[in-house]
Each structure stands twice: as structure tokens, then as C-alpha cells.
């Protein structure tokens, strides 16, 4: 595997006596797997057939979805929470769980905190077609906070919205996500 010999250079670089360096290689390498699935998924893939009919045709919000994910820039780690809300067009609705695995597709990627945000919003247009879609996500950035200005605590906020929720539900969706 091509990562994990780059790897076993970049910690022979680090420390040459280490002599767990193709231990420590074979662990990094499985573990960008993980790191960054997301680029093996497709939002219309994971969110199979989870689609629904419902009478439901107001604000529908799922908050708090925790996230992990690396900034592009520094491959540190970003932790966070994204909320989704999105209004039912003809009471096409889809499993909530399938909310989060959307999250996961794009946060499971080398990422601009503000892309996934876009992303996000974009995926759930294509796929439900719905009257707006809004996403709030919320991250702490490791090259922040553990590296360069060491701004512990600090978090970096993204929106987007689109279609109705663009108008007056804007307020009702950040409202509901921020518990005011």
C-alpha cells in the first residue's frame, strides 16, 4: 500500500531509531481509511431507499449530529456538531438516521468546514427535492486550537440555506438549533 510506505518515511524522517515505524505505517494507513471513507460514498447511495410519504409539511430538523472530520490544509482533525432542518415538498420525507450518514459522507473527506456546509444542503436538494433546506454546523479545528494560534475552545460556525428557508424560517430553524 502506497500510504503506508509514505507514512513509514515520514516517521523515519521524524525519528530514526523508531523501529515500530512499519507497525505504526500499517495502523496510520488503516486508519485513513476510516478517516476518509467518504470518498467512497455517495449521498444517493447512502441514502438507499429511506425515502418516505408523510402528511408532514413543515420544518422537519435533526440537530447535533456529531462530526469528524480533517482540514485540507493541514490534515487536522475538525470535531463538531452539524443540526439539518429541510421543509417536505408533496410529503417526500427520509429517515433520519440517513440525515447523519449524509453528514458522514461529506465530513469523512479532506474538507473546508464551509464546503461540507454547501455540500450538505445540496445533497438533500437533489435528493428530497424539498421547498428549502438549511444546515448549522458547528466545528472545532485542531489547526487552531492544537497548532499555529493554540485557540482552544474556539469554534468556527457555517450556514447555509436555501429556497423557503431563506425567508422568515430561517430564524425559526437557527432558533431551534440554538435553543432560543
Given at each position: 500500500m502506497e500510504i503506508e510506505k509514505h507514512i513509514q518515511a515520514i516517521i523515519k524522517e521524524i525519528d530514526p531509531?523508531?523501529?515500530?515505524?512499519?507497525?505504526?505505517?500499517?495502523?496510520?494507513?488503516?486508519s485513513y481509511e476510516e478517516f476518509f471513507h467518504?470518498?467512497?460514498?455517495?449521498?444517493?447511495?447512502?441514502?438507499?431507499?429511506?425515502?418516505?410519504?408523510?402528511e408532514m409539511n413543515d420544518l422537519?430538523?435533526?440537530?447535533?449530529?456529531?462530526?469528524?472530520?480533517?482540514?485540507?490544509?493541514?490534515?487536522?482533525?475538525?470535531?463538531?456538531?452539524?443540526?439539518?432542518?429541510?421543509?417536505?415538498?408533496?410529503g417526500r420525507i427520509i429517515g433520519a438516521s440517513?440525515?447523519?450518514?449524509?453528514?458522514?459522507?461529506?465530513?469523512?473527506?479532506?474538507?473546508?468546514?464551509?464546503?461540507?456546509?454547501?455540500e450538505i444542503v445540496r445533497a438533500l436538494e437533489s435528493l428530497l427535492k424539498p421547498k428549502g433546506?438549511?444546515?448549522?454546523?458547528e466545528g472545532e479545528h485542531f489547526c487552531i486550537s492544537h497548532r499555529g494560534v493554540k485557540k482552544q475552545g474556539a469554534k468556527f460556525v457555517t450556514r447555509y440555506f436555501s429556497g423557503e428557508l431563506k425567508g422568515d424560517l430561517r430564524r425559526e430553524f437557527l432558533a431551534s438549533v440554538l435553543g432560543k
Open positions: 531509531s523508531d523501529e515500530e515505524a512499519e507497525k505504526t505505517s500499517k495502523r496510520v494507513a488503516k467518504g470518498y467512497r460514498e455517495e449521498a444517493s447511495k447512502v441514502a438507499d431507499d429511506a425515502f418516505y410519504k408523510s422537519i430538523i435533526l440537530k447535533n449530529i456529531p462530526f469528524e472530520s480533517h482540514c485540507e490544509h493541514h490534515i487536522s482533525p475538525i470535531v463538531g456538531f452539524a443540526s439539518i432542518g429541510y421543509i417536505p415538498n408533496d440517513k440525515l447523519a450518514r449524509i453528514v458522514d459522507c461529506f465530513a469523512r473527506r479532506l474538507q473546508l468546514q464551509e464546503r461540507m456546509t454547501i433546506v438549511g444546515a448549522y454546523v
